[in-house]
């Protein structure tokens, strides 16, 4: 039934393409509107997106203006097989064509990443912390479907994403403003400020290029807390960053461009509306029971998030008779803070242990620190002739130490413990760590240094027909220690792990130009992703059924992927645009998360098989001077083809043969339309509406939310007069929701003004699930922002 889902879609795109053909010749005894074409760098060389012989979607600065899109989840809703799970600024996983693992969660900082971030020339990628950059003054932003793992190396096993910025221009002076104020549906109000100058020197030899931005993030979820105490709008925030580079070309034949980035994110809280809280639930009677509504969640402290990022980057270019020489180097220096309430989980312990209601109910700050330095090193040479044979090749090598940490300062825990366990007793587990208030101390130090060789081959069969194949060989090597101390932790004492890997990942494509408006490619590559080894099971917090299953789950092997792909790119009369994709990913190994129940940890382990399977397509029509149109969609199927096993002979967390992959909708699809009114309010401006819907099909969030029953959860816990045995039931199939966006702009010379509404409905989407502790000590489902409404200036010269 699926597969004629796909079938059917793929033949109502054909006759979609047709339609669109019958447009531009429509169109074509009249004087047509001709898109921009657009110049990307996909393959490290620049070309069009038509020469591309594989898919790939360009969001330019218009694009993203038009959009109003100020971060990359809002960008991803217009870029076909796309999808990012938002967890709060500076948070994201991102998916390309279903290819996912589930939620990958804070406390997992061994877990790499499935698709790669670049800026520019420079690897941003962090699992989960992939920074969230202001899309302000970019000239465009690049998604390579399938696997990258030829050019841009590990963590590309999904697709690559490239952020690609304004380069300082040597011609002229010139300058950009926005200033955008916004204020969210029973929220805070919000706004932002950004800038850019650009200043040529040195007789226009160099140039200056320097942006700079502010954002304030409205919140708009509600704290409740003891003693009906109730906190606004807590997961308010901030954005503050600045990037300036500077480009010399001492001759025509050199370009050296050093550039620095540096950022901080802020916030106050995350965007989780709970549904039931160890504190806080309707079945508690000596406290007062709780019915928490939506975008409320229950807090005994504030909880945050910081993240300061630094990047320092050099790309120098040599141009020779006949080829050019890159050689591209950066540093990143971050330093990341998630402080989180972790009451309701150190209080579920105290109740397990036998702790009383006073100490149930201490306050307890769960600290998740990660510090990361990154250097990075490329060297790559390329043709750069005219003739049959092209050919590129490049050597790579990174450095990479990250240092996480946690902490849960929990004030008068050791009183309790020494009292309850015996005296003496906290001390006796504190593993050398000084707090003894603090029952869980970790330290995990990560190096992992990564050589890599690649190169790719085109040789033009003839004037239409195009091969390339190519390959990377690389080699891994992460070291990895562990300490741990205090009551829930095991007491490790510098334990090592290492992980290595080495191997050659070869893509093969094939482009066919059927005549100068349509070609047709297809390619097969192989994508991988580096293995790991599991943090300890918080054995000392796992039920006896949760140790038994759970714990012989140490190490995990690489991720491969095989990509088969074909597809067809083609432009009418130039105003219409049609490319579309179908794939078979093969999938040998998948890397799947999972919680660990009642242990307060997540495992990941490798499922033999898997795949995704699909097809995705964008059109975009400029039916008249006046009107445009377009859509961008996928359908998918990802699945499960391996059956996986615990120990005591159940599958495991819904690992099973035909169930479907994590996090990822089956069908997702945008559409935008722009009418251009010609005339605006002030006489000799011009202005214009536009309205963008987003349709994202049902998920999970982890494989284990589709087995029956999963939704039903009892804490065990007897608590506040609750037994511990009344059940919260939870539709875990997240429902599929639509987002409206609507606004109306005006433009007069170098200026224009922009007001819009997003979230016209004010949907309240179900974006993934969290559970605290297996859902015992509380569950709840992160969620998206309100009706917005705001107004954008924006200013050039």
Not at 192 to 202: D, H, L
Not at 215 to 240: C, F, P, Q, W
């Amino acid at each position: 039934m699926y597969r004629k889902r796909i079938l059917l879609t793929v033949v109502n795109f054909v006759l979609i393409c047709g339609t669109a053909g019958n447009l531009a010749l429509a169109q074509s005894d009249q004087e047509a509107t001709v898109f921009e074409e657009v110049m990307v760098t996909a393959t490290k060389r620049a070309s069009t997106i038509k020469d591309v012989p594989f898919s790939i979607n360009a969001q330019t600065q218009a694009d993203i203006e038009r959009s109003g899109a100020t971060n990359l989840e809002e960008l991803s809703r217009n870029v076909a097989g796309l999808t990012v799970q938002n967890l709060g600024p500076g948070q994201s996983q991102v998916a390309i064509r279903g290819v996912s693992a589930g939620q990958i969660v804070r406390d997992q900082p061994g877990v790499k990443e499935q698709v790669g971030v670049y800026l520019d020339e420079s690897v941003i990628s962090l699992s989960l912390f992939t920074p969230d950059l202001d899309l302000y003054d970019l000239n465009r932003v690049e998604t390579l479907r399938g696997p990258q793992g030829t050019l841009f190396g590990s963590g590309s096993v999904g697709g690559t994403i490239r952020y690609i910025t304004n380069q300082p221009n040597l011609e002229s002076s010139e300058g950009s403003f926005e200033a955008n104020i916004n204020t969210v549906t029973d929220g805070d109000v919000g706004g932002s400020i950004k800038g850019m100058y650009n200043a040529p020197f040195a007789d226009g030899t160099a140039a200056l290029r320097i942006v700079g931005y502010y954002t304030e993030y409205a919140g708009y979820i509600d704290a409740l807390g003891e003693g009906g105490s109730r906190k606004d709008d807590v997961n308010d925030g901030s954005r503050v960053g600045v990037r300036a580079a500077i480009t010399w070309e001492p001759n025509d034949n050199v370009v050296i461009t050093p550039r620095l980035i540096y950022q901080e994110i802020s916030t106050d809280g995350f965007n989780r509306q709970e549904v039931f809280n160890l504190f806080a639930n309707p079945h508690t009677t000596t406290r007062t029971p709780i019915q928490l509504g939506e975008r409320e969640q229950y807090l005994l402290l504030d909880e945050g998030f910081n993240d300061d990022t630094l990047i320092l980057d050099l790309t120098a270019q040599v141009a020779f008779d006949s080829f050019d020489a890159t050689f591209v180097t950066s540093y990143t220096d971050r330093d990341i803070l998630v402080s989180r309430d972790a009451s309701a989980l150190t209080g579920s312990v105290s109740v397990d242990l036998g702790y009383p209601e006073a100490a149930v109910t201490l306050p307890s700050n769960l600290l998740d620190a990660t510090a990361v330095e990154q250097f990075t090193t490329e060297l790559r040479f390329s043709s750069n002739n005219d003739g049959p044979w092209q050919w590129l090749a490049g050597v790579f090598y990174s450095d990479t130490d990250r240092e996480y940490s946690q902490r849960l300062p929990t004030p008068g825990y050791a009183a309790f413990t020494d009292a309850v366990l015996g005296a003496g007793t906290s001390a006796a587990v504190a593993n050398g760590f000084p707090n003894l208030d603090s029952p869980f101390n970790s330290d995990l130090p990560y190096s992992l240094q990564q050589f890599a060789i690649f190169g790719e081959i085109t040789f033009d069969i003839n004037e239409r027909t195009h091969l390339t194949a190519g390959g990377r060989f690389y080699d891994y090597d992460e070291k990895r220690f562990i300490s741990s101390g205090g009551l829930f932790a095991n007491g490790d004492s510098m334990t090592f792990d290492e992980t290595s890997a080495d191997g050659f990942t070869p893509r093969v494509m094939l482009s066919y130009d059927y005549s100068d408006d349509v070609t047709f490619n297809a390619q097969a590559s192989q994508g991988f992703r580096l293995g790991g080894v599991n943090d300890p099971l918080n054995a000392n917090l796992c039920t006896p059924a949760d140790r038994q299953i759970f714990g012989s789950f140490q190490s995990y092997e690489d991720e491969t992927l095989w990509n088969y792909e074909v597809g067809v790119k083609a432009v009418f009369n130039d105003n219409v645009t049609f490319n579309t994709a179908v794939f078979f990913a093969d999938i040998s190994d998948l890397q799947v998360t999972l919680d660990a129940g009642s242990c307060s940890s997540r495992i990941s382990f490798n499922v033999p098989e898997a795949h995704s399977t699909g097809i995705e397509f964008e059109l975009d029509v400029q039916a008249t001077d006046d009107f445009n149109f377009s859509i961008a969609g996928s359908v998918l199927e990802s699945e499960f083809d391996s059956t996986v096993i615990d120990a005591t002979g159940s599958i495991l967390g819904g690992v099973a043969d035909g169930n479907r992959l994590p996090s990822v909708p089956e069908f997702q699809v945008a559409a935008t339309a722009t009418y251009e009114l010609q005339r605006g309010f002030i006489e000799g401006s011009e202005s214009w509406l536009s309205a963008t819907f987003h349709y994202i099909d049902s998920r999970f969030t982890q494989p284990s939310d589709q087995v029956a029953g999963a939704g039903n959860f009892s804490s065990g816990l007897p608590f506040g007069g609750a037994t511990g045995n009344e059940v919260t039931s939870l539709n875990l199939d997240l429902p599929d929701y639509s987002i409206l966006n609507l606004n109306y702009g005006m433009a007069k010379d170098s200026w224009e003004a922009v007001l819009y509404v997003n979230n016209l409905t004010d949907e309240n989407a179900d974006t993934s699930f969290d559970r605290e502790r297996g859902g015992r000590a509380r569950l709840g489902f992160r969620t998206n922002t309100p009706r917005t409404f705001g107004v954008i200036y924006r200013m050039r010269y």
